[in-house]
């Protein structure tokens, strides 16, 4: 602790004075209010390197790929907390937010995570052509299934064919001269994988867009924190409506009535898992 107080609290991010608030080094108020879109912002937050136009591009792509997809748990949860709180609308966000797991928004990281494993235990360099990276792909897959393991960002509930967010983005990923390794990898999983599970699964946009952050260079450690960042946004109109057209109420109600009395089962000695 003393050593901290007397070296200082090292920060590259904001400071403030009597006078002035820097940001990253600049001037908040000259250089980057309505110089810096939000987007690339929250890039060069993360990094404290100001991203290029192409990563901007593929990065806010990501954003709006992750801010709202309708009636999901992590929806639901805010609206109905809001209901409860209306005056906390931190509460309602907040508790959207923590719905970000393995089954929604979470996948973003566990993609990212997965196919940098992947590429760290390559012998030698990535492929450069797509016959090289089928082959890793298709190691991949079979250990996977050997293992009976999922292969996070395959498969989606609604979406059974083709993520319509997932082409868009290696479009925009390959226009901005930025589709490397973990896209590449990915997109592999997707061409082979029929081959092994003996069905077609589309590669999801939770996946792709961790794919694409991976590419970026950002923290696999802060992938989720990103999903996050996108549905803020989402949720934030989720409440909006909410104002305008509540529902939380009728899905409260839609519970609430129709719920089935049953006789208590006590759970077996350990429990769920024996």
Avoid at 22 to 43: P, R, S, W
Avoid at 99 to 115: A, H, K, N, P
């Amino acid at each position: 602790m003393a050593d901290s107080v007397n070296g200082g609290y090292p920060t590259a991010l904001g400071a403030s004075t009597p006078t002035s608030i820097t940001l990253l080094g600049h001037d908040l108020a000259d250089e980057v209010m309505g110089k810096v879109g939000f987007g690339e912002l929250a890039f060069w937050l993360a990094t404290q390197r100001r991203p290029t136009p192409g990563e901007t591009r593929v990065f806010e792509a990501v954003l709006a790929a992750l801010a709202d997809h309708g009636f999901t748990p992590t929806a639901i949860v805010t609206r109905l907390t809001y209901l409860s709180a209306p005056d906390s609308v931190q509460g309602a966000l907040a508790a959207g937010l923590l719905g970000g797991g393995s089954r929604f928004l979470g996948v973003t990281e566990d993609s990212g995570r997965f196919l940098h494993d992947v590429l760290t235990s390559l012998d030698g360099p990535p492929p450069d052509d797509d016959a090289g990276w089928d082959a890793v792909a298709l190691d991949v897959v079979s250990a996977q299934r050997t293992a009976a393991r999922r292969i996070p960002g395959l498969g989606h509930h609604v979406h059974k064919e083709v993520d319509p967010r997932t082409p868009r983005l290696f479009q925009i990923a390959e226009e901005e001269g930025l589709l490397g390794p973990h896209l590449s990898l990915f997109a592999a999983i997707g061409r082979v994988h029929p081959r092994v599970l003996g069905r077609t699964l589309p590669l999801n946009g939770a996946g792709v867009c961790g794919a694409a952050l991976a590419d970026l260079g950002l923290p696999l450690e802060l992938l989720r924190g990103f999903a996050l960042l996108a549905r803020t946004a989402g949720l934030i109109g989720q409440l909006a409506e909410e104002l305008r057209r509540p529902v939380a109420n009728e899905i409260f109600l839609s519970v609430d009535l129709n719920h089935r009395s049953v006789s208590p089962e006590p759970h077996p000695p350990g429990g769920s898992h024996g």
